[in-house]
């Protein structure tokens, strides 16, 4: 007969803390005060893990939180009435997610992970509610959604008017300064994308992405191995984008 083993709980994990965050600066106001972010930490749901290609969540599902990326990347899509998916955004650390259908019964696009990812969820009922008593939580959620706007009108540009080599460039910019942000390296990093999420994203095909990486090595602007890319030349990269913006929609 089978020996039966006494049952042990499975210890749970200790709660992430908005306190020691070392990205709180970035997805909350850096003026809001102890006990207020006690009352915060109370209604977000911190550090949940989600694999490579899980959906954080659905477009055209009830909208109920946004969320903060703590660790890992995501992407969102929309799906168009004939089945063509557009990729929207990458997000990285620090960044939230969801913005976009504030306002909405429904979620507008679709999140993915891109690689093992952890999520704050921010209910949108109770952050609502504590925006209320929070005029400063309130401000910070406005500014946000603000930034939203202006990265959309920026990828409207990019996609309208300008050449592949701006295109990349431009991406990889965005991405150099956003990592800055997080006090890692802009000049070197790798990838969270494939290749062909920045084809789809840029409006680009594929082997087109591939030709313009390779010319820019061959310029001596980057050095490129896989998803390892290294920013060679910022100047250069800057010089190609003209009078676009240097930051992309993320």
């Known amino acids: 007969m089978a020996q039966t083993l006494p049952f042990r709980p499975v210890p749970s994990p200790l709660k992430a803390s908005c306190h020691t965050c070392s990205l709180s600066n970035l997805c909350l106001p850096l003026a809001i005060d102890e006990t207020d972010l006690e009352s915060l930490e109370d209604i977000v749901q911190q550090g949940r893990i989600y694999k490579r290609g899980e959906h954080i969540f659905d477009q055209s599902t009830p909208f109920r939180s946004c969320f903060a990326v703590r660790s890992g990347s995501v992407k969102t899509s929309i799906v168009s009435e004939d089945g063509e998916e557009q990729i929207t955004g990458f997000f990285l650390p620090g960044e939230l997610i969801g913005l976009d259908s504030m306002g909405g019964d429904y979620y507008a696009c679709t999140a993915r992970a891109l690689e093992r990812t952890s999520i704050c969820e921010f209910p949108v009922q109770k952050l609502e509610e504590l925006t209320t008593r929070l005029p400063d939580l309130q401000h910070h959620m406005y500014h946000l959604m603000s ?5 959309s009108h920026q990828l409207n540009m990019l996609l309208s008017k300008n050449t592949a080599e701006e295109r990349v460039a ?13 006090r890692l390296s802009g000049t070197r990093f790798s990838l969270p994308m494939a290749r062909n999420d920045i084809a789809n994203f840029l409006g680009l095909a594929v082997e087109t992405v591939s030709r313009v990486f390779t010319r820019f090595q ?10 390892e890319v290294e920013l060679l030349d910022l100047a250069a990269l800057q ?3 003209r009078e676009l913006s240097r930051q992309v929609c993320p």
Not at 170 to 182: D, M, T, V, Y
Not at 218 to 225: M, P
Request: aromatic letters at 0%.
């Open 218 to 227: 061959t310029q001596g602007v980057i050095k490129a191995r896989g998803r």
């Open 239 to 241: 010089g190609v984008t």
């Open 147 to 151: 930034q939203e706007i202006q990265h």
């Open 170 to 182: 431009a991406l990889l910019l965005s991405l150099s300064s956003r990592l800055q942000r997080r």
